[in-house]
């Protein structure tokens, strides 16, 4: 299995700082790679996929980068709707492997 | 509008049997994979399987594969995911989620089915 690994495990930031999340591969994944957002009570919520393709309907200060095995998730204006945890997702092989998660809080 | 409809929680016994439902709506339910997605209690998610509605094709995680059975019955446009026998360490969250079209990413997801195990 492929094992994803993100950093930091949380995150304290304020409203309008810069946000970055990254997340490793185990193994190379070329570009096949997804990224969540979801918020307590709630199911995830599709951001980005095949690592850098917005989803329609999420705002732009979200983007994503990276291909092989390492990957980021950047969001460029924190936001209050914002905070949440967040999961990366490799969709290279069966079985699909979720990271641990990044939890963004308030500072 | 796309729209994905699980049961309502459930609380069991150990040994006992269950089988949890999603429905979908608003697109061609034959059309799009349906995962499910286990969350643990203040845990991440863990993919579990998929199924192709249209022809029934499956695949199972190994880590999932005999422990649950999914399933899907097209004509009523649902997925479903059944335990022959719930032990307590099967107590979460379970999700449904489509698939996106030819990729493994999942763009619309149900509400969740919280389901506890305990004597």
């Known amino acids: 299995d492929i094992q994803m690994t993100q950093s930091p495990s949380s995150v304290s930031a304020s409203v309008g700082d810069r946000v970055t999340i990254t997340c490793r591969a185990s193994?190379?994944?070329?570009?096949?790679l997804a990224w969540y957002q979801q918020k307590p009570g709630k199911a995830p919520k599709l951001l980005i996929y095949?690592?850098?393709s917005l989803q329609s309907g999420v705002p732009s200060r979200f983007s994503g980068s990276g291909s092989g095995t390492d990957f980021t998730l950047t969001i460029s204006s924190l936001q209050p709707e914002d905070f949440a945890t967040y999961y990366c997702?490799?969709?290279?092989?069966?079985?699909?492997?979720f990271g641990g998660g990044t939890k963004v809080e308030i500072k | 509008e796309v729209q994905l409809v699980q049961s309502g929680a459930e609380v069991k016994k150990p040994g006992e049997s269950l089988k949890i439902s999603c429905k979908g709506s608003g697109y061609s339910f034959t059309s799009y994979w349906i995962g499910w997605v286990r969350q643990m209690p203040g845990k991440g998610l863990e993919w579990m399987g998929i199924i192709y509605p249209g022809d029934s094709d499956l695949r199972y995680s190994p880590s999932f594969q005999g422990q649950v059975t999914i399933s899907a019955d097209k004509s009523i446009s649902t997925a479903y995911l059944q335990w022959s026998s719930l032990k307590a360490s099967d107590s979460a969250m379970y999700y449904c989620a489509r698939r996106l079209a030819a990729t493994e990413y999942f763009d619309y997801w149900g509400q969740g089915t919280l389901i506890t195990v305990s004597s």
């Open positions: 193994q190379g994944i070329s570009s096949w």
């Open positions: 997702q490799q969709a290279n092989s069966f079985p699909l492997t």
């Open positions: 095949t690592a850098s």
